[in-house]
C-alpha cells in the first residue's frame, strides 16, 4: 500500500490534469498571490486552471507540506504524522489563546489531528474502533487507500462517472505495478510542485514538469503512462472495453485540452453567462427533480435505504443515551 500510495504522490498530476474541474473561484477567495482574471460580478478564473481546490488557494496547507511526512514505511508515517500533531504552531496558538470558544480549535498544533492531513492520498484502516486513526493503523495495518485528488464532476448527478472509477481502478493498479523507490523529501517537494502548477495552469500550451532533474512536457509524460496502462491491460489480459475506453478517453484529454472537464466547466459558465454559485443551484436541483421523479417501486434499494435511515436513527438516540463523558474528556482520550 505505501509503494502504492508513493507513485500515486508521483503521478497525481495526471488525476489533477484529466479531471480537475474547478477553475473558478467566488471573490471570496481571491488573493494577490496569483493573477485572477474577472469573470463575471463575483466570480474570477486562472484560463488554464484545472483545479483550484487542489491548489494553494484550496484545500491545502502549505505549512504542511514541509513537515516531511513519510510515505517510505507505515511506521515512519504513523511516527511522523503523530509528531505533526504535536507541534505547536504560533499563528494557530493565537487563535486558541485569544478565543472565546472554547471549541474554536481543538488544539494549536499545526496538525490537529490526523485526519486534518491535506495528503494527495492516505492509508486507512477498516478496524471497527473509536481510537485515532494512526492507532487503528499501528494496530491493523492499512486496509485501503483514500485517493483526494479527484473533484466532483458538476455535470453527473453523483459527482463521478463510470470511465472515470474504470481508469482510476488501471491507474491504482499502475502504480502498485510499476517500481517504487523510498521517497526523499526532494522528490516529494518536486511533486507537489507539479501538483500545484498542474492545478494552477495544467491546460497551458506545452507546460513542462519536473521529471527527476529534468523538464519534461505534460502531454508527453501523460501520453507515457497511459501507454504503459495500456501494457498492464494488456500483460493481465484484461480485454474488457470499459476500461479499453476509460484509457482511450483519458488520452484524448491529454491530445486536446478542450476536452478536460475544466475546459467545459469555464466554457459552460462564460457561455450561459450565469455565476459558479447560480449554476451550483441550478444543477443540484435539477438532480434532485431527476431523483424525486423516480418512483419508489422502480428503486431497487429503497428497502435498503429505509433501513439504513431507521438504523442511524436508532445510533443516534443509543450514543445519545450512552453518552458517559464530556467532549473534553473523551478528547483527551482520544490524544492519549
Known amino acids: 500500500y505505501m509503494r502504492t500510495i508513493r507513485n500515486l504522490i508521483r503521478f497525481n498530476w495526471l488525476v489533477l490534469y484529466l479531471y480537475g474541474c474547478s477553475p473558478i473561484i467566488n471573490s471570496s477567495f481571491r488573493n494577490n498571490s496569483h493573477k485572477f482574471q ?3 460580478k463575483r466570480d474570477y478564473f486562472l484560463p488554464y486552471a484545472t483545479t483550484l481546490r487542489m491548489s494553494d488557494i484550496g484545500y491545502k496547507n502549505s505549512i504542511q507540506a514541509n513537515l516531511s511526512i513519510s510515505f517510505n514505511e507505515i511506521e515512519n508515517y504513523i511516527t511522523g504524522l503523530k509528531k505533526a500533531t504535536q507541534i505547536k504552531y504560533d499563528d494557530f496558538e493565537k487563535i486558541y489563546r485569544d478565543t472565546n470558544d472554547i471549541r474554536a480549535q481543538l488544539n494549536s498544533s499545526i496538525i490537529q ?3 486534518e492531513y ?12 473509536e481510537i485515532r486513526m494512526l492507532d487503528k493503523l499501528q494496530k491493523g495495518g492499512i486496509d485501503y487507500i483514500e485517493l483526494r485528488s479527484v473533484d466532483l464532476n458538476p455535470f453527473n448527478s453523483i459527482g463521478i462517472d463510470e470511465e472515470v472509477v474504470n481508469f482510476l481502478e488501471i491507474f491504482m493498479i499502475f502504480a502498485t505495478f510499476i517500481p517504487s523507490k523510498k521517497m526523499t523529501h526532494d522528490e516529494y517537494m518536486k511533486s507537489y510542485q507539479n501538483d500545484l502548477d498542474v492545478s494552477l495552469r495544467g491546460r497551458e500550451p506545452n507546460l513542462h514538469l519536473l521529471q527527476g532533474d529534468k523538464r519534461v512536457s505534460l502531454k508527453s509524460w501523460g501520453l507515457e503512462i497511459i501507454d504503459s496502462m495500456e501494457d498492464i491491460l494488456e500483460s493481465m489480459h484484461i480485454e474488457n472495453r470499459k476500461y479499453l475506453h476509460a484509457v482511450g478517453k483519458a488520452k484524448e484529454k491529454l491530445l486536446d485540452i478542450d476536452k478536460t472537464p475544466s475546459a467545459i466547466l469555464l466554457k459552460t459558465i462564460k457561455d450561459e453567462n450565469i455565476e459558479i454559485l447560480d449554476f451550483g443551484c441550478m444543477k443540484g436541483e435539477e438532480y434532485k427533480n431527476q431523483y424525486l421523479q423516480k418512483s419508489i417501486d422502480k428503486n431497487s434499494d429503497w428497502e435498503g435505504l429505509e433501513k439504513e435511515v431507521q438504523d442511524s436513527l436508532s445510533s443516534c438516540k443509543n450514543a445519545s443515551i450512552n453518552e458517559k463523558i464530556s467532549f473534553n474528556q473523551y478528547m483527551k482520550e482520544y490524544y492519549k
Not at 118 to 129: G, Q, V, W
Open 113 to 115: 489531528n490526523e485526519d
Open 118 to 129: 491535506y495528503a494527495i492520498a492516505r492509508p486507512k484502516s477498516n478496524l471497527d474502533s
Open 38 to 40: 474577472k469573470l463575471n
